[in-house]
């Protein structure tokens, strides 16, 4: 992995925070630049972006940690999903992934190739999310 790579996964993580770029400008970005995903983890505050060569970046996540509730709620998951999709004027990402640790999901691993989210909880409960066309 590049210095450029690593560069470009630390800006794409920033704007998630500062809401600069949206999903789909992110995944534009890092496809472009070799990514073919990366995951989440809200236990350890971690980010890591993965190269298909099995390189990866790992990078502190901004804000506090959350704390995840034991119950994964794959509807509540959903509804956070279909708030983030709307371009709601009170989404954030700090708020998303706030509410996603309070609905028990521990993190969630993004496939560029798979299209599609895998959002789990800490029971390994999942709930999967594909890419809208």
């Known amino acids: 992995m590049d210095a450029d790579q690593i560069a470009?996964?630390?800006?794409?993580?920033q704007a998630a925070h500062d809401g600069s770029l949206g999903f789909?400008?992110?995944?534009?970005?890092?496809?472009?630049?070799g990514f073919e995903g990366y995951?989440?983890?809200?236990?350890?505050?971690?980010?890591?972006?993965?190269?298909?060569?099995?390189?990866?970046?790992t990078?502190?996540?901004?804000?506090?940690?959350?704390?995840?509730?034991?119950?994964?709620?794959?509807?509540?998951?959903?509804?956070?999903?279909?708030w983030a999709q709307?371009?709601?004027?009170?989404?954030?990402y700090a708020a998303f992934s706030q509410r996603a640790a309070q609905a028990g999901c521990a993190g969630y691993l993004v496939s560029f190739p798979?299209?599609?989210v895998l959002y789990f909880g800490r029971s390994a409960e999942t709930h999967v999310e594909h890419f809208p066309s």
């Open 59 to 82: 990078h502190a996540m901004i804000g506090p940690g959350q704390n995840v509730a034991e119950r994964f709620d794959p509807v509540a998951i959903e509804g956070l999903v279909r």
């Open 8 to 13: 470009l996964a630390e800006t794409c993580l």
């Open 39 to 57: 995951s989440v983890d809200y236990r350890q505050n971690l980010q890591t972006f993965f190269l298909p060569s099995g390189e990866a970046t």
């Open 114 to 116: 798979g299209r599609r």
């Open 86 to 92: 709307s371009g709601a004027p009170d989404y954030s």
């Open 24 to 33: 789909p400008q992110i995944l534009g970005r890092l496809i472009a630049a």
